[in-house]
Each structure stands twice: as C-alpha cells, then as structure tokens.
C-alpha cells in the first residue's frame, strides 16, 4: 500500500515562493508517475505537474509553467514542488498523487489511485 504525507504548505505574499513535499513509502522502486494536484473551492481539480519516477519526465500545466518546478530525490522517496513567483490564483488545497506509469516517456495526469491527505497554500495579493 502507497502511502504519502505532504508538507510544506503555508501562507505567503504574491510573489513569494514556497516548496511541497512529499514522502512516500509502502512502494518497491519502479515506475510510478508522481503528480501535484490542486483543487480551490468550487473549482474541479487541476493537475498542475508530474514526474516519472523511473525517466525523470515531467509535465507542468499551463497555468504553472515557468514558476513551478517538481523534482524528486529517489533516495529519500520524496518529491518536491517548487512554487515561484507565486500568485493568489494558485491559492488552494494541494495533493500529492502516485500511480503505476509503466511507459516512462509518458507522464500520466489521469487515473491516480493514492493520495495524500492535501496541505494548503494561501497566496495573499
């Protein structure tokens, strides 16, 4: 069983940065693709980047490209989402997902199946 545990979250001013983590455990090294999610109130949920665990693809949404950046350390079994340039439409709740990615040139943004419990982001103008 996958297990993750986000942290990282907190409030920040517009244009600050803040940097996710999440630690994962009960997974056997292999090709698991890894995503941030986040979901603001009475908004759908967005994926906002992806990370191949085995290639080191990512993926970013539109909506972040160029402030965020994921990045993982296979040694601690941790990624990383680093938030630059913050702005207060990127104010909400933000997950961490893993799922099973056998092809490693593909970053899956679809079909996760665990979660974490979710850390907020507050970016206040």
């Known amino acids: 069983q996958v297990q993750l545990v986000e942290s990282g979250g907190g409030s920040v001013q517009a244009g600050g940065s803040l940097r996710l983590s999440c630690a994962a455990s009960?997974?056997?090294?292999?090709?698991?693709?890894m995503g941030w999610f986040r979901q603001a109130p009475g908004k759908e949920r967005e994926g906002v980047a992806g990370?191949?665990?085995?290639?080191?693809?990512?993926y970013y949404a539109d909506s972040v490209k160029g402030r965020f950046t994921i990045s993982q350390d296979n040694a601690k079994n941790t990624v990383y989402l680093q938030m630059n340039s913050l702005k207060p439409e990127d104010t909400a709740m933000y997950y961490c997902a893993a799922r099973w990615c056998p092809r490693a040139d593909i970053v899956t943004m679809t079909s996760y199946n665990y979660w974490g419990q979710g850390t907020q982001v507050t970016v206040s103008s």
């Open positions: 009960g997974y056997t090294s292999g090709r698991y693709c």
């Open positions: 990370i191949h665990t085995y290639s080191g693809s990512t």
